[in-house]
């Protein structure tokens, strides 16, 4: 492979030691392989992050799901012990938040994005990368920054997964115009660009995915989604090809090919159950989600199937209206415990029992074709905590994966503008457990920045949820 391997900010920060002294969810016995279970206690976590607060809360799954109380979450922001850094208002830190065992101890770290930071004398961003373990946060944390004094908002989205098919798994990042990846090591002074570069001058990124669209396995190659907006604000969805080969020759454009079918959200997996991932997109604009099938010829002039979703589609509730901005957020995860994953959709601008934008979630079961069963949710749905108020953006952010390890994904969605108190616009996360054939509102939790100490008023807890 031909590598353009860039210098790194002198500003790079690593700490190793005397760091985060967090509450566990329970008592780890063994490291586990899970990519979200930061403590090893064997259940998945849930991250909720929110960039207006510079903060990200960690709570902790278990076999009775998620919760507020001592010992069950925690809270991290940049004044927290050992985080490289000081909490500034134009930060972000939360902006995006993803997971992974980058230091290879068996553990996942939590690894955060803050695009806002201001880096003195170099380019604005980081990506903070804090160290899990079996007593929680304690082994410190290391902070990327921009690997090019002329870069901005680096840290705007992650995935960690194997770029070039070695089994090895590595971080890649993107900022406002770039895509960088690091190699093996992981270490913040081992950063590479492409050797082609493929996205378009005028574009500016605010997201990443990959997965194996081509099919799973070991030495199976990554595809990396890349999607933000042009210079007119019209979508754009991009994509180049992991693998042994030259990073950027093989690279491509979805809005290109399909008019339309460009997202302002991503999420992967296995829609149709064919065994191949699947990529499914949120285009909030065109009130719609498009789902393009996994297999040997995605992502090519041949695609093997897409599909567009409506409110309009059969199968799928409600009707479609300009405000509703169905697809501003979309999850996948397998909700009835079968194999086949299901598709979360967002609409936070939908009204419900004639109150605007209170917000709204469908989910639809697994399938091929548009035509899919669905059932929605919303605030006024018997279980589902709090009522239906103007501006509440329910769905404004969701989230599908088994917390409390039954073996089916649970469904967390965010209201931006949930007021709490007097505190407007504050937002809360409510989690509603897997269940066949859609999820249950029996059991369903709700929480909000007030439960973790978070200021109130105006930070739209849960802007991001992994």
């Not at 409390?404 to 209201?415: E, K, M, Q, T």
């Amino acid at each position: 492979m031909r590598l353009k391997k860039l210098a790194m900010a002198a500003g790079v920060a690593a700490l190793t030691a005397g760091g985060l002294t967090l509450p566990l969810a329970g008592t780890a016995s063994a490291a586990t392989t899970l990519k979200d279970d930061f403590n090893g206690d064997g259940y998945r976590d849930l991250a909720i992050g929110t960039p207006k607060a510079n903060a990200v809360t960690v709570t902790f799954g278990s076999s009775s799901g998620v919760g507020t109380g001592t010992g069950k979450a925690v809270t991290v922001t940049q004044e927290t012990a050992g985080l490289p850094g000081a909490s500034e208002k134009e930060d972000e830190f939360g902006e995006n938040v993803t997971s992974g065992d980058i230091n290879g101890d068996g553990y996942a770290d939590l690894i955060v994005g803050a695009p806002g930071e201001q880096v003195t004398d170099w380019a604005s961003g980081s990506l903070n990368v804090v160290w899990g373990g079996a007593s929680g946060f304690t082994k410190g944390a290391t902070v990327y920054h921009a690997p090019s004094a002329d870069d901005e908002r680096f840290g705007e989205s992650a995935v960690f997964v194997d770029l070039d098919g070695d089994d090895h798994a590595q971080l890649a990042v993107v900022s406002a115009k770039k895509y960088w990846w690091y190699s093996d090591s992981n270490k913040p002074e081992d950063a590479y660009a492409p050797e082609v570069e493929f996205v378009p001058a005028d574009v500016t990124l605010e997201g990443l995915t990959a997965d194996q669209f081509h099919g799973r396995g070991v030495g199976k190659t990554y595809t990396y989604v890349l999607y933000g907006k042009h210079a007119d604000g019209s979508p754009y969805t991009g994509w180049v090809n992991g693998g042994p080969g030259d990073i950027g020759y093989y690279s491509g454009r979805i809005d290109g090919q399909y008019t339309g079918s460009t997202t302002g959200t991503a999420a992967t997996g296995d829609v149709n159950c064919d065994g191949y991932p699947d990529l499914v997109t949120g285009q909030p604009e065109g009130n719609s989600a498009w789902v393009f099938y996994g297999g040997s010829t995605i992502f090519t002039d041949e695609m093997e199937g897409m599909d567009k979703i409506t409110q309009d589609s059969e199968g799928v509730p409600g009707v479609t209206e300009a405000e509703d901005r169905f697809g501003a957020s979309v999850a996948v995860g397998d909700v009835t415990g079968d194999g086949c994953d299901e598709i979360a959709i967002g609409a936070p601008g939908e009204s419900v029992d004639g109150v605007k934008g209170t917000g709204s979630v469908t989910l639809l079961k697994s399938g091929n074709g548009s035509n899919r069963a669905g059932r929605s949710y919303h605030q006024e749905t018997a279980g589902v905590p709090g009522v239906a108020e103007t501006g509440d953006r329910f769905g404004s952010t969701v989230r599908l994966k088994d917390i409390n390890g039954g073996g089916r994904a649970d469904l967390s969605v965010a209201a931006s503008g949930e007021d709490i108190g007097s505190a407007a616009d504050a937002g809360a996360v409510t989690v509603l457990r897997g269940s066949s054939p859609y999820p249950t509102t029996t059991g369903a939790t709700s929480f909000n920045g007030s439960d973790f100490g978070l200021p109130g008023a105006g930070i739209a807890f849960g802007t991001s949820l992994r």
